[in-house]
Structures are given as structure tokens and as C-alpha cells.
């Protein structure tokens, strides 16, 4: 056994490298997808169309995270409540925001035609 070398390895937290040089542990990363999965479920809730589970609330917050902030940044708003977890900025309340439009969206493309009784 070598001197200066961790006697158990498993012990030290597990790290994913994102190539910026910033580096999120896996609780950073289980963090991340709880706020997304909180976010995304508050969009479907603003716009009321729900459709799936607790993965299709990750996936809603990330794409409002992404429609957001683009819509933000194109109006020239400032981010109004972000987070941040593992170097990275997650911002909340435009995700919101960016997951009803999004939800609200999907509903009109997938609305059903319903036919008058007859």
C-alpha cells in the first residue's frame, strides 16, 4: 500500500465532468432534476393539461429552462429567481414560465375535436 493514495475509493463522492471545467457531484445532479421535476409540474399545473408522469415534469422543466431564458434573454428581462447547483444557474422562475407556454402549446397542437351530439 502507497502512502498518500485514499485507503477506501468509494467513499469519495462520485463526479461528472461537464468539459467547462465545472464539475457536479451526483447530488448536484439528483438536486437538479428534483427542481426541474418540481418546475416542470408547476407548468402543467398553470397551463392544466397534464399529461405523464414525474419524467415527463424533468423533461417540461428543462425544455422551460431553455424556452424560457431564451424568451427572457430576447426581451431583454433579468433572471428573477436562479439557483445555483454545481456552478450552474437554474432559473426557476422563467422554467415556470417556459414550461406552461410549452404545456399549453403541446394542448392546443393535441386539443381533440369533439363532434356536436346528435
Do not use: K
Not at 485507503?7 to 462520485?14: A, D, F, K, N, W
Request: charged share 10%.
Amino acid at each position: 500500500m502507497r502512502l498518500g493514495r485514499p485507503l477506501e475509493p468509494s467513499i469519495q463522492p462520485r463526479n461528472v465532468h461537464l468539459g467547462r471545467g465545472n464539475i457536479m457531484t451526483i447530488l448536484d445532479i439528483i438536486i437538479l432534476l428534483v427542481v426541474a421535476a418540481v418546475c416542470g409540474s408547476l407548468g402543467m399545473a398553470i397551463s392544466g393539461y397534464s399529461r405523464g408522469g414525474c419524467l415527463v415534469a424533468i423533461v417540461l422543466g428543462f425544455i422551460g429552462a431553455l424556452l424560457g431564458t431564451w424568451l427572457a434573454r430576447l426581451l431583454a428581462l433579468p433572471e428573477l429567481f436562479t439557483l445555483v447547483i454545481g456552478g450552474h444557474s437554474f432559473p426557476v422562475i422563467w422554467s415556470i414560465i417556459g414550461a406552461a407556454l410549452f404545456v399549453a402549446i403541446l394542448s392546443l397542437l393535441n386539443a381533440r375535436r369533439t363532434l356536436p351530439p346528435r
